[in-house]
């Protein structure tokens, strides 16, 4: 599965952003899809996921302000982060995981300025 993330760029504090990621295959046959996020020096952090059946989690950090949808026809997981914050800032990893292995996209920068 190739994974191609975007909708990363410059906001303020308090903006929004939309995440899209889509992928090369039927996400239908996908198990779970969902974002991480890695910012400079720090690990990579689970932001939020999607299962096949529309079930979703939440990072603490994100919950009441993000959220994590999927398009079937489109083939393509969407991340909209509203109300963000400076600690959001970080490289956003989409991923699909499958019964046989984890993918992973290329990344994308969000960059939240006060």
């Known amino acids: 599965v190739q994974l191609q993330a975007s909708g990363g760029g410059v906001v303020h504090t308090g903006e929004f952003l939309r995440l899209s990621c889509e992928a090369s295959r039927p996400i239908s046959s996908i198990t779970q899809m969902g974002w991480y996020r890695q910012a400079p020096g720090k690990q990579r952090d689970l932001v939020a996921t999607?299962?096949?059946?529309?079930?979703?989690v939440y990072a603490d950090s994100v919950k009441g302000r993000f959220t994590i949808s999927r398009d079937n026809a489109k083939n393509t997981v969407y991340l909209q982060m509203n109300s963000l914050k400076s600690e959001d800032t970080a490289v956003y990893y989409c991923?699909?995981?499958?019964?046989?292995?984890?993918?992973w996209g290329q990344g994308t920068q969000v960059t939240v300025s006060s």
């Open positions: 999607i299962t096949r059946s529309g079930s979703t």
């Open positions: 991923y699909a995981q499958t019964i046989q292995r984890t993918y």
